[in-house]
């Protein structure tokens, strides 16, 4: 099964203005979502139900510094990326 990646306005500007920051991680975070849309349990995504606010969230890892968090919809086969950065800053 193949997953829908559903990118808002407000993500995507997030994610802009990360890609901007971070131009040398643009062809990771390509890989990555590729990866998303085809198995979002990839071992190499490192997925993971976040707790305390976050907790409705999960987490998956471009790399061991940066992280998306997502709105993972089993149900709908939707994946929602509601925020993108170094590791610290996203949680």
Known sequence: MNYKIVITEHYFKKLKKFIKKHPEVLDRYIKMIEIL???????????????????EY????????YRVVIDFIIDDGMIIPINIGIHDDVY
């Open 58 to 65: 999960h987490s998956i890892s471009i790399n061991m510094q």
């Open 37 to 55: 849309e085809i198995d979002p349990f990839h071992p190499s995504l490192r997925i993971h139900k976040l707790k305390g606010k976050l907790k």
